[in-house]
């Protein structure tokens, strides 16, 4: 059979948020774009989010601009974020929901007609845009059409909807191809027959998303196996900080088939409350030094916020997602759980019932039908779930290329720095937003100055043997299996709570399941086998794994999204370093490497006593880095 | 406590198949896909099942169980009787490719038919002022998942292949009302084209679409009819026609 083969200017892996922004910027730069992506067109995990992207127009508050937007975002992850990145972010932020709105998006109004925002964990005004609860759902809606209004204009002026983007789904790709040590193009198969499919392209965006499906609970679904992650370290690019994992605080917790899937964050921004089982509002106990000026510590002063938020500190239950994972971690650890191992979350009792339903209809819906109960009468019952991946792939943040490989560029969860050490909920959406547009014109600007570089048949070959392989081994291990093996050894060693020896044990643990998916043989044909298709999701989640716990070890303290109970407080000196993770073909290697510091005007936007919170003596001395 | 369900499953592919038993555990709360899950698992490793986000905000896991199209993510397996053996199998309206998976390109070509939104040309970013109560119609329609259950259950083209060429189906009527009742779109005759090139004419307003709809969009009665209604109007419209006369007349 002839390999079916494909030219393009711009391959762009994943089809959610970042990789459609990214394929919009490229196409409206003239060039033609392939779009990947492993599910149907609009499946993609972006249609979760829930509650709303982050972006500082001030329709509710005019006090909001985009240096509060940015110091917020810094706080959220303890300053280890790069602070280009989140500089860049809270500036282009706003235009990037009012551009969504010209291509036809419809977020909740104003009274004034304005595009309505609401409040969200550790952003100091209502800054979330926002269509009910399914705002991720609006966004990849709304982008989707977009390539649909390219692709119609493609159509007029050159007879084919599909001369110059096409989108390839249920389409699998297992290696990014490089020659003479530039990106050349992409190798993988269809899902659906199992046939494989070369692209050739000087430019490869990566936007893939997350990595929940390597732990046992996880609001992700299915397709966050970490491609991306790996797919970049294969091609010789970094990994930056990942140990930072974000637990989201409220998953849901019974019944067990749905353990794990989201309950947004907007249920405590609408007034939702956490309980114990000893009927104990416990949040209170939980603020932080970092955080005591913000934070309400009674229950007077937080209910009097959601009336008049000028005069008032906010309810403790709005605090960072790390703060409040921990917290419920630890309630039900200390035995004061609920009788499924969570605790509540409790709307019912301070919001009537049609306010409930018109505000959160989603909620509404997946725990009447999913759990059969009525959040307009009862309590839900939550708990952590392995939710986002702060840490991804190195990048250069105007640009979004990739560090270390020409060609590759990476947008949204797969890329790393933006978030630090832990992601405030909303900025998700409007990272995917902006970076994702940066790496379209990142990836339109390299290619106007890229040469020819034709994928070699050496190269097609090694990476046809590679999709070959399973089938060809005889009895072996059972990819279902290992993948429910790494599950346990992830959530138990390398989980929300972690320790020197139990780190190293994953570590041990995580390379003897990856020495034994080298025999992983698969049953059944090529034609959509979905045994054949978690071998290669394994090989990656075994990677991101490993990067993971490696990275865990070397940190020695707790910040984030990565609290070691045998260094439990944040520690100054290790804010200064990243981590980095690059692979040898045969292993994960980790480094520390220095962060940039803060140039001189970002710097002088904190309270230089906010900045000693985080900063050594000698760097607040400097006081920025020009 | 887990017990043992009974479970009927369409395997094959475009060629060839048929039902297959099997008894596979079932868990308290359980629903349809996670037992199709545990097949995969332990009995049937290349059963090939569409699926992704597990909380019915996708619309990927699109099947019909015991004959009603349905997401298995959203169907409790408490909701059958103990006894009853469960029966799943692939979307009717649209062409196998293997066992519960079935290719539904159609829908995708025909969202590609349908006229893009259009932004009025003076209003820059950031300019747009909309009540809520106007966005509401439309955002009604935006809650659409994509998961082609109306489609699917549509008996314009359920048994007939023949019509799928000039029938858009529910998913796209509620897309184009939702254009055409968007505030700001400048884009006009949308009703006038959901007729004559979307076929909406052939809808006969059975309701089916509403019914298994998993997002409980009142397709027929917000979107279909309120569009059959002003097609009508406008079509049939004396005032109008005697316009179109007289300007037939003018350009004659």
């Known amino acids: 059979m002839t390999l079916e083969r494909h030219k393009y200017d711009v391959l762009v892996i994943g089809a959610g948020g970042a990789g459609l922004r990214a394929a919009v910027e490229a196409r409206e730069a003239g060039l033609s774009v392939a779009i990947i992506c492993k599910s149907l067109f609009g499946k993609a995990h972006t249609v979760m989010a829930e509650g709303g992207a982050a972006a500082s127009m001030g329709n509710v508050n005019d006090n909001d601009n985009w240096m509060v937007h940015f110091r917020d975002t810094m706080r959220g992850g303890k300053f280890l974020n790069h602070y280009r990145m989140a500089e860049l972010h809270a500036k282009e932020a706003p235009d990037r929901i009012w551009e969504l709105e010209t291509w036809g998006a419809l977020f909740d109004r104003t009274k004034e007609g304005k595009i309505s925002q609401r409040n969200f964990g550790g952003h100091e005004y209502p800054r979330l845009a926002h269509v009910g609860d399914r705002t991720g759902l609006e966004l990849i809606r709304t982008m989707q059409q977009k390539i649909v209004a390219l692709q119609q204009a493609d159509g007029r002026e050159f007879g084919d909807m599909e001369a110059k983007i096409k989108v390839f789904a249920e389409c699998t790709i297992t290696e990014i191809l490089k020659e003479n040590g530039k990106i050349a193009g992409a190798y993988g198969y269809w899902r659906e027959s199992g046939d494989e499919i070369l692209f050739e392209a000087p430019a490869v965006v990566i936007a893939t998303g997350g990595v929940g499906k390597t732990f046992k609970i996880t609001s992700n679904s299915w397709e966050g196996t970490g491609d991306g992650h790996a797919l970049a370290l294969k091609a010789g690019a970094n990994l930056v900080d990942m140990e930072f994992l974000q637990f989201h605080p409220t998953g849901m917790v019974w019944p067990p088939s749905v353990r794990g899937i989201l309950v947004t964050e907007s249920v405590r921004g609408e007034g939702g409350i956490l309980t114990n089982s000893e009927g104990e509002r416990f949040m209170f106990k939980y603020i932080p030094d970092v955080f005591k000026d913000k934070y309400a510590d009674n229950e007077a002063e937080a209910d009097r916020w959601y009336e008049d938020q000028d005069n008032n500190r906010r309810p403790p239950e709005l605090l960072p997602r790390d703060e409040v994972a921990r917290a419920i971690n630890a309630e039900v650890k200390a035995g004061r759980g609920t009788e499924h191992g969570g605790v509540f979350l409790d709307v019912s009792k301070r919001i009537p019932a049609e306010v409930i339903k018109k505000r959160l209809p989603s909620m509404w819906h997946q725990f009447y039908e999913l759990a059969g109960v009525d959040i307009t009468k009862e309590a839900m019952e939550v708990g952590p779930t392995c939710h986002y991946v702060m840490g991804g792939v190195e990048v250069e943040p105007d640009t979004a290329a990739a560090i270390g490989v020409p060609g590759l560029f990476a947008a949204g969860e797969v890329a790393g720095g933006m978030h630090g050490s832990n992601r405030l909920g909303g900025n998700s959406l409007t990272d995917l937003l902006v970076f994702g547009r940066r790496a379209g014109a990142g990836a339109a600007e390299y290619v106007k100055g890229a040469g020819a570089n034709p994928v070699s048949d050496a190269t097609i070959k090694a990476a046809a043997d590679r999709i070959e392989a399973p089938f060809s081994r005889q009895g072996g291990e059972n990819s279902y299996s290992l993948h429910a093996e790494l599950q346990e050894v992830t959530h138990n060693l390398v989980g929300i709570i972690r320790t020197r020896t139990e780190i190293e044990e994953a570590i041990a643990k995580i390379a003897d399941i990856r020495a034994r998916s080298k025999n992983v043989a698969v049953a059944g044909g090529r034609k959509f086998n979905p045994g054949f298709h978690l071998a290669f999701d394994l090989d990656n989640m075994l990677l991101v794994a490993e990067s993971t716990a490696k990275s865990a070890l070397l940190r020695e303290e707790s910040r984030g999204g990565h609290t070691r109970d045998d260094f439990p407080g944040m520690n100054n000196k290790w804010r200064q370093v990243n981590h980095i993770s690059s692979f040898d073909g045969n292993q994960v290697n980790v480094k520390a490497q220095p962060l940039p510091m803060l140039p001189k005007e970002l710097f002088d936007l904190f309270d230089i006593h906010e900045l000693e919170k985080y900063m050594t003596p000698e760097e607040i001395a400097k006081g920025g880095s020009n | ?252």
């Open chain 2, 1 to 252: 406590m887990a017990r043992k369900l009974n479970l009927r499953i369409w395997r094959g592919d475009a060629t060839d198949g048929g039902l297959k038993d099997v008894q596979v555990d079932v868990n308290e709360g359980e629903v349809v896909l996670d037992v199709i899950h545990r097949v995969q698992a332990t009995q049937m490793g290349d059963l090939a099942v569409r699926w992704n986000c597990k909380a019915g905000k996708c619309g990927s896991c699109s099947m019909e169980i015991n004959g009603k199209p349905r997401l298995a993510c959203m169907t409790q397996v408490a909701s059958f009787d103990e006894n009853e053996t469960i029966t799943v199998t692939p979307l009717r309206a649209f062409p196998v490719i293997k066992d519960l998976v079935t290719d539904v390109s159609f829908n995708y070509k025909k969202a590609m038919e349908v006229p893009a939104y259009e932004h009025p040309k003076e209003l820059a970013p950031g300019e747009a002022r909309m009540e809520q109560i106007d966005v509401e119609r439309s955002q009604e329609f935006r809650k659409c998942i994509e998961c082609f259950l109306c489609q699917d259950v549509c008996h314009v083209i359920r048994d007939h292949e023949e019509n799928k060429k000039s029938f858009a189906g529910p998913r796209f009527f509620i897309r184009i009302a939702e254009l055409d009742m968007h505030p700001l779109d400048t884009l006009k005759n949308r009703k006038r084209k959901a007729q004559e090139e979307h076929g909406i004419g052939m809808c006969n307003i059975t309701k089916c679409c509403t019914e298994v709809c998993p997002e409980h969009i009142k397709i027929t009665d917000n979107a279909i009819i309120p569009m059959k209604e002003r097609v009508v109007d406008i079509k049939y419209d004396p005032a109008r026609m005697f316009a179109g006369i007289l300007k037939r007349e003018k350009r004659n």
